[in-house]
């Protein structure tokens, strides 16, 4: 079985500086996805970003971009230039190939202060 | 509608009763998943439909809860003889069902057992 883990619960960030959410995983298979998913409270989940197993280069959105280590199986979420509205959960989250259903880590809840 | 859609929002049971849960994928979705998601916790897979195939029901945590899907569109989840332990909020999403695509979730249910 596939587990994905999220070891800092709470973190914070001041407005305009950058952050790194970590996020390690466990799989046995070779072709998989990964994904960063925001709650915000509204309770609403936005896909952040999303990254193929198979693809050495590292996905950006914006001001988001994640550091992808398959050897490793690392996959870190880094925020630039935080804004507030950035405040939220952020799930890490892992698909096998084959429109499986996600399996999701416990969550880093990311504060931006003022 | 434009996104997946639950209702009701919020649920309010006492203990025993049985509830029933809504979800109204986004139409021509085929994936359909239901996750519980516990007060601080991250997401917890209960069961996956895709298509006409047999649903994943491995998540389900006991047999106090039931899934279906009807005409391969509106799900309903129903959880029998409710306990204090299965206060929490019920997310559905749903996917066009091919590989590595974005799953869409709805606003969830919060439900609370008195």
């Known amino acids: 079985a596939q587990t994905v883990t999220q070891s800092q619960p709470e973190m914070s960030v001041q407005e305009a500086e950058t952050v790194t959410l970590s996020c390690t995983y466990d799989t046995s298979e070779n072709n998989y996805y990964l994904f960063w998913y925001k709650q915000p409270p509204s309770r609403q989940m936005i896909l952040v970003i999303r990254q193929e197993a198979y693809k050495q280069q590292n996905a950006t959105e914006n001001r988001f971009s994640v550091n992808f280590q398959k050897a490793a199986k690392s996959f870190s979420l880094k925020i630039s230039d935080s804004q507030l509205g950035d405040t939220a959960m952020y799930f890490c989250a892992f698909m096998l190939r084959g429109n499986t259903p996600l399996v999701f880590g416990k969550g880093t809840r990311l504060s931006v202060i003022a | 509608g434009a996104g997946v859609s639950q209702s009701p929002s919020n649920k309010v049971t006492e203990k025993g009763k049985d509830v029933e849960l809504r979800c109204d994928p986004i139409s021509g979705h085929t994936a359909l998943y239901w996750y519980r998601q516990s007060l601080g916790q991250g997401l917890e897979f209960l069961i996956y439909?895709?298509?006409?195939?047999?649903?994943?029901k491995s998540g389900l945590p006991s047999d106090r809860f039931s899934a279906e899907r009807t005409g391969g569109s509106v799900s309903t989840l129903t959880i029998q003889r409710t306990q204090q332990e299965d206060s929490a909020v019920y997310l559905c999403a749903s996917s066009p069902g091919t590989a590595n695509t974005e799953a869409f979730f709805g606003q969830g249910t919060r439900l609370t057992v008195v």
């Open positions: 439909f895709q298509g006409n195939s047999a649903p994943d």
